[in-house]
């Protein structure tokens, strides 16, 4: 991933160093537990700990130039972590292990820590979403289906629905997380012919892993959900972000991004304040759902493993999580920092639409004085489009239809806002069934 895209804690767990640093510990732990079971003598086992390689620069490097060699990176990893530790416990690093049991066993360990930052940004986007809804509960705003005003909604409401659909992406993180956190150290097929499983047993406990059955390597479906977790978070992402782009529109200008002192919305127009966070956003919502197929494609491998997955995980799921971490973060920002016009709002719900978005309520009142619902439908999209076409308001053209039976105070009734929206809070009340952020696993 990019450095512009790329959260430093988030990529500090995908660089060389720290995934050579998790194979170590993976290996460290494996004599330890061998040492347990009685295979290896205590002392190598301490000796092998104590002698341990630092995990530097200078070490991958070693390890790159002995891949050249090997072609192989984990036994150019195991060569030289043998050679540092020198006898007699270098001889007893990878007993018994193939190179999935380390690779794969690290890379859950990895994209567990990965999935709580994860967990951690989610919340904060959740607390986010929720406390604008609270805070914009009662401000009204033309609601759009098709891209057409509708009816009345409140702000409230959309953030409100955000806020419990970012709640679900971060349920299924935490799902995903359950499902990723796993281990094992069961040999070339799994079947434990060279290592005991107390061995897989001690490593998992110490990662804070559970031991699970495999084949040569974890079943890929776990990880295929791991990624469904990080893209569903970019699409939620996207939503609000698309949103967000209308609303900023010069003709809507309902809302827009913060802008902060000194920023520059295009080089040539200086009247701009073009919505780029939130076109970034959208934008990279699209790759967080390539690295998706890319995951699901992985899960049929060959017989008990081959290794047309691996060049794949390489790329999509460091980049994945650094993706799905960016775009929690800085929707977060958005969210937070978003400007709201409700005097441009209220103006586009009223004066914009001549107050066609309480065509319904217009509709029922006159079915409530007796007209059958066709012909009452038939009268209000006719008074609607005259309305429309005439720019006039369609209480007005009402009024003046010999066809509309209905008083003043009947008209009332079906243009009342507060009407439209009595019941609109109910999507902000449901925030308050929202859990907080999970404990510590």
Same mark, same amino acid.
């Given at each position: ?46 000796? &092998? ?24 990176? /984990? ?21 018994? @292990? ?101 061995? +897989? ?17 974890? &079943? ?55 919505? /780029? ?35 794949? +995980?390489?790329?999509? @799921? ?16 958005? /969210? ?20 066609? /978005? ?72 449901? @925030? ?10």
């Amino acid at each position: 991933m990019i450095p512009r895209y790329a959260p430093p804690d988030m990529a500090a767990l995908f660089g060389d160093q720290a995934r050579m640093a998790m194979w170590l510990e993976v290996e460290l732990l494996a004599v330890e537990g061998l040492a347990a079971a009685g295979v290896v003598p205590a002392g190598a086992a301490s000796a &092998a700990r104590a002698r341990a390689p630092r995990v530097d620069a200078a070490f991958v490097a070693e390890v790159g130039e002995r891949e050249k060699v090997t072609d192989h990176d /984990v036994a150019a990893f195991v060569d030289v972590v043998q050679e540092r530790i020198g006898p007699p416990g270098g001889a007893w690093v990878h007993f018994g @292990l193939t190179s999935s049991d380390v690779v794969d066993t690290a890379l859950c360990a990895t994209l567990t820590r990965a999935a709580d930052l994860l967990l951690a940004a989610s919340d904060e986007l959740v607390a986010a979403l929720r406390a604008r809804a609270e805070s914009l509960a009662e401000v009204p705003v033309v609601g759009r289906t098709h891209g057409m005003h509708a009816e009345p909604t409140t702000f409230g409401a959309k953030f409100a629905l955000w806020a419990l659909q970012a709640d679900r992406d971060r349920q299924r993180l935490r799902a995903a997380r359950r499902r990723i956190a796993v281990g094992k150290l069961s040999g070339a097929v799994g079947t434990y012919s060279n290592i005991d499983p107390s061995v +897989e047993a001690h490593v998992c406990a110490a990662l804070g892993l559970e031991p699970v059955p495999a084949t040569q390597v974890i &079943a890929r479906d776990r990880h295929a959900e791991y990624l469904w977790a990080c893209a569903s978070v970019g699409a939620t992402v996207e939503l609000i972000a698309t949103e967000v782009r209308h609303m900023a529109r010069s003709e809507v200008g309902e809302a827009e991004e913060p802008f902060a002192p000194g920023q520059k919305g295009s080089s040539a127009m200086p009247h701009k304040r073009n919505p /780029v966070l939130s076109e970034r956003l959208c934008g990279l919502a699209r790759v967080l759902r390539g690295y998706l197929g890319a995951g699901l494609e992985d899960v049929a491998l060959w017989h008990e493993r081959d290794i047309s997955h691996s060049s794949v +995980e390489r790329v999509v @799921l460091p980049d994945a999580s650094m993706l799905a971490c960016y775009v929690l973060r800085r929707a977060t920002g958005l /969210v937070s920092g978003l400007v709201v016009h409700p005097d441009r709002a209220l103006a586009n719900l009223t004066e914009g639409s001549f107050g066609l /978005v309480f065509s319904q309520g217009v509709l029922l009142a006159l079915m409530g004085a007796g007209l059958g619902r066709d012909e009452a439908y038939r009268i209000v999209q006719r008074d609607a489009r005259a309305a429309w076409e005439g720019r006039r308001p369609l209480r007005q053209v009402l009024e003046e239809d010999p066809e509309v039976p209905l008083g003043a105070a009947e008209l009332d009734r079906a243009f009342d806002l507060g009407t439209s929206l009595r019941h609109a809070g109910r999507a902000v009340a449901a @925030l308050d069934d929202l859990d907080g952020p999970a404990p510590p696993p």
